[in-house]
């Protein structure tokens, strides 16, 4: 069926490696977050001539940084994943969208040090060309079947698949998809990046979002506020989406969510008297619990 959410059983891989990449152009680098905030995340669009490229939703793109490493080799493809569907923001198959958030760290020393790839695709203009890879990836894909409910954990550029994900969604006819649940943890209010579009999709019956806002909200016991906690505060609703046997999980962003999120679950398992770790272990192995996060 040409409109069933359906994963379709040919995933491109890897058409592009870093030997002989794609040349893509970049047509849009717009900042998401208000100027002078803390974070400047950027949504990056990228243009690829009709036919050389094809991705899916939760697939990742591959953009080699300039020059070479201390090997005296060129820089290795950096991952993003892809925050468009697969026929890119402009529906026409020959463009893809990249969140990239600019990476500035402070070292030992007190200097600040600037992350090499991500620098370089928010510096990137519309006109410059670029070399890509990819795509990447073949588990972090929709699920692969008609009506499956989805909850999606994402903090900061972690929403990116989602936004993806949910284009797709959206795309379907209601009685083809299943509800869809959006959990989103940012630092500040004004990270909370394609607000608007999480707001339109709110008038959709079967979508629903929660922001944990982690440096503006506190849990009651005065901690910052991140998904986990969220998840905690509604309790039985998300509770009952997650755990039934159908519902597909994910989980995009930062590292230490994970723990966090298994935390919140064992808590309610525990609470209605479930194994939570065999019902993610079921889950995991029926492609209904997946996990990207570094
Ligand atoms: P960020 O702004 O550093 O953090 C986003 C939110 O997560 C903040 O509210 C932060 O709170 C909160 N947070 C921090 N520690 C947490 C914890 N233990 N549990 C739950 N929430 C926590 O996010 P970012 O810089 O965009 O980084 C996102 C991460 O996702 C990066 O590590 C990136 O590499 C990764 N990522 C992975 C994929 C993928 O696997 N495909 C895709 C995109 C991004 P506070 O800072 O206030 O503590």
Known sequence: ????????????????????PLHVTVIENRRLTPEGSDNEFRHVVLRYP????RYLEGQSAGIPPP?????????VPRLYSIASDRLGDDGTGTSLTLTVKRLVLMDENGEVRLGLASNYLCDARPGDE????????????????????????????????????????????RAERGFAWLIFGVQHDEDLMYHQEWQQLQEEPDFRVDYAISREERTPDG?????QDRMRAIGQPLWELLSAPET?????GIKGMEIGIET?????????????VRLREEKREARR????VY
């Open 1 to 20: 069926m040409d409109h069933d959410i359906a994963q379709p059983r040919d995933i491109p891989l890897n058409l592009y490696k870093n030997a002989a």
């Open 50 to 53: 009709p036919g050389t490229y």
């Open 67 to 75: 020059g070479l490493n201390v090997r005296g080799r060129p820089n």
């Open 130 to 173: 670029l070399k890509m890879t990819g795509p990447a990836g073949k588990d972090f894909l929709l699920p692969d079947g008609p009506r499956t409910p989805m909850v999606m954990i994402a903090t900061g550029t972690g929403i990116a698949p989602f936004r993806a994900f949910l284009q797709h969604w959206r795309q379907q006819p």
């Open 223 to 227: 901690r910052r506020m991140y998904v």
């Open 248 to 252: 597909a999980v994910y989980v995009c």
């Open 264 to 276: 919140t679950l064992n808590e309610q398992a525990q609470a209605v008297g479930v194994d939570w």
């Open 289 to 292: 619990w997946h996990v990207e």
